[in-house]
């Protein structure tokens, strides 16, 4: 996904009137990869958010993760 410039309101210097606050532009990836092992039995691999994208106080992604699996058909 490629993300484009958001806009976001905060009181950034204190004088309660909510300013313009801009991110900048991000892109998410997440890969995954599924490889057959016996006919009813697949591992898999992958990992979320590649690029790390996010930042704490205006894009609060979930930050990278990696996992692997088994999927099985009965």
Not at 36 to 60: C, E, K, W
Request: net charge negative; glycine share 10%; proline share 5%.
């Amino acid at each position: 996904r490629l993300v484009g410039q958001q806009v976001f309101f905060a009181d950034t210097n204190g004088d309660d009137i909510n300013d313009p606050v801009y991110t900048d532009p991000y892109v998410s990836i997440d890969l995954r990869a599924e490889k057959q092992v016996i006919a009813t039995l697949s591992g898999l691999a992958g990992v979320n958010n590649l690029l790390d994208a996010g930042d704490v106080s205006t894009l609060p992604l979930e930050p990278r993760q990696y996992y692997v699996g088994l999927s099985g058909q009965f």
